[in-house]
């Protein structure tokens, strides 16, 4: 696979990713590293089905996606693939809680308690009901990620969940993710361009 931005680069391309064969597989943590610019939201984006300017295959569950509908994507983003946006992508005018209830509710996946104690955990306890516009990044990149959390996920995709957190709440966040993913035994993808979740990785593949 590779970004159609990149063709006039692909005989100088030094990636583990673009012009590779690789593979995701679920109960597996991988983290990718890369520069600003060399593709990382972009592969999020090919992953989840979002943007398709790519030369190559790509394949789900051994199937092309290529061959998918849209009912087909939104039935995998509903309850088999979560992304975390790295520009967040929550509704300003809606509170941090409302902005979670939006996914939660077409699930019923967590109940409300469970979410009000990762706003807990997560030190925004008091920004439960304030508009996400009016709060800090840092903010709502917490707000974002209990949000990723509020459906089933076999495979999670978080891109730089913890570019604007100090150290403290992204321990934190490793560990609720931790918990999750021991309960589900879903998958995680990180990417990062030098600040990474800390949780343990199998693999580590570089852009």
Not at 104 to 109: A, D, G, Q, V
Request: with cysteine.
């Amino acid at each position: 696979m590779l970004p159609h931005v990149f063709r006039e680069r692909r005989d100088t391309l030094q990636s583990d990713v673009w012009l590779k064969d690789v593979a995701f597989e679920r109960g597996k943590t991988y983290l990718v590293e890369a520069m600003s610019g060399t593709g990382k939201s972009s592969l999020c984006a090919y992953l989840i089905g979002y943007r398709t300017d790519f030369d190559g295959h790509l394949f789900f569950d051994g199937e092309d996606i290529s061959t998918f509908s849209s009912k087909r994507w939104t039935n995998i983003r509903v309850g088999t693939l979560s992304h975390l946006f790295q520009e967040l992508r929550l509704f300003p005018e809606l509170t941090a809680l409302e902005n979670v209830e939006i996914k939660n509710r077409l699930t019923h996946h967590k109940p409300a308690r469970w979410i009000e104690e990762a706003f807990e955990r997560l030190g925004i306890a008091e920004k439960l009901h304030a508009e996400v516009g009016r709060m800090s990044f840092g903010q709502q990149q917490r707000v974002a990620f209990i949000r990723a959390l509020a459906q089933p996920a076999d495979f999670l995709l978080l891109d730089e969940p913890v570019s604007h957190l100090d150290d403290a709440n992204s321990q934190i966040m490793a560990e609720i993710l931790s918990e999750e993913v021991k309960e589900s035994g879903a998958g995680v993808l990180v990417t990062s361009i030098g600040k990474d979740l800390p949780i343990p990785y199998d693999h580590t593949l570089h852009l």
